[in-house]
């Protein structure tokens, strides 16, 4: 079964913390993005890649980087974690083309 | 640009009841659409797509959406729900033109299904 794979369910962090969230997806999926999921705000962009080391940024970048060193991993870095950052953080990735996304489980991320 | 909008931010509804999530959208160029459903503490599952062809789309768990070009509209439909459809789902489209790597997402619809 294929999947998008996020490291940790449930993370809590002190503010100023650099934190790395980490999703490998094992699909060979060229594109892989990053969205956080407030109430009421749905899902923002916050990065996206369509190809090993390539980044673009989504609606909300701030504050946020990425990496991917290798086609199924695609992490995302709170610098100083703040809590104006605590959320819940999605993966997801897609092949080229016409085709939907696939999602991970999701990474509930509260900065204390 | 492209928006999305879905009409409904909470849809209560009795079991086995018909439900009707509405989205619509706009775009000045042809498009793809999508519903996704989101179950409490999981992420999203793709209930189904329109592409092209019948704009009469079936999905998993007996959903079926219709892709209305003139009224711009994707709704999404079920005739009878169960308890298990309680969850949030989303409306989302992709343009079929030059890069369409990104979607655009609605807001959300929270469908309770209550006995």
């Known amino acids: 079964d294929v999947k998008v794979t996020q490291s940790s369910r449930y993370l809590v962090k002190r503010t100023g913390e650099k934190v790395f969230l980490e999703c490998v997806q094992d699909m060979d999926h060229e594109n892989m993005f990053w969205y956080r999921q407030d109430p009421g705000l749905g899902l923002r962009l916050i990065y996206f890649?369509?190809?090993?080391?390539?980044?673009e940024k989504g609606d909300i970048p701030e504050g946020y980087s990425v990496s991917r060193e290798k086609k199924e991993r695609f992490s995302l870095i709170l610098e100083s974690a703040s809590t104006n950052q605590t959320s819940m953080y999605l993966c997801a990735s897609r092949p080229s083309g016409l085709y939907g996304y696939t999602f991970g489980s999701g990474t509930r991320l509260t900065v204390v | 640009a492209q928006s999305v909008t879905q009409l409904d931010s909470q849809v209560p509804v009795f079991e086995e009841a018909p439900v009707e999530l509405r989205c619509n959208y706009s775009?000045?160029?042809?498009?793809?659409l999508f519903w996704y459903v989101q179950y409490p503490n999981q992420g999203l599952q793709l209930l189904l797509k329109?592409?092209?062809?019948s704009t009469l789309v079936k999905g998993i768990n007996g959903f079926e959406a219709e892709f209305n070009k003139s009224q711009t509209s994707f709704h999404l439909r079920k005739p009878s729900v169960h308890i298990s459809d309680t969850a949030e789902y989303f409306c989302a489209v992709s343009s079929n033109a030059g890069n369409n790597r990104k979607l655009i997402w609605g807001l959300g619809t929270s469908l309770a299904v209550n006995p």
């Open positions: 890649s369509y190809d090993v080391k390539m980044k």
């Open positions: 329109y592409l092209s062809g």
């Open positions: 775009s000045s160029v042809s498009v793809y």
